[in-house]
Nanobody
């Protein structure tokens, strides 16, 4: 079992930047693919970005390409989401998730989820 805790959210003006962090604990010896999702009020949860266990593969939803960058530091058991050029449409609760390594890239299932961190972008 893996526990995930997100941090780094907050209030930022449009055009600003934030870096989200997701710290993993528990069974962190396994090599999990990691992903970021977000959910805005009244909307369904959507995929934002993913990174393979080795960090060699990444995937992004079209709306954040060129603005967001996912990365990871396995030695620190941490995954990051650098968010630049933020837009009000990015306002949401952002969730970190881990996919079991048995699934090939791209992950088809995320088994572990964090509690979420709020990102609010003002115009």
């Amino acid at each position: 079992q893996v526990q995930l805790v997100e941090s780094g959210g907050g209030l930022v003006q449009a055009g600003g930047s934030l870096r989200l962090s997701c710290a993993a604990s528990g069974r962190t010896r396994s090599n999990y693919h990691m992903g970021w999702f977000r959910q805005a009020p009244g909307k369904e949860r959507e995929f934002v970005a993913a990174i393979s266990w080795s960090g060699t593969r990444t995937s992004y939803v079209d709306s954040v390409k060129g603005r967001f960058t996912i990365s990871r530091d396995n030695a620190k058991n941490t995954v990051y989401l650098q968010m630049n050029s933020l837009k009000p449409e990015d306002t949401a609760v952002y969730y970190c998730a881990a996919a079991p390594p048995k699934f090939l890239w791209p992950p088809g299932k995320y088994d572990y989820w964090g509690q979420g961190t709020q990102v609010t972008v003002s115009s």
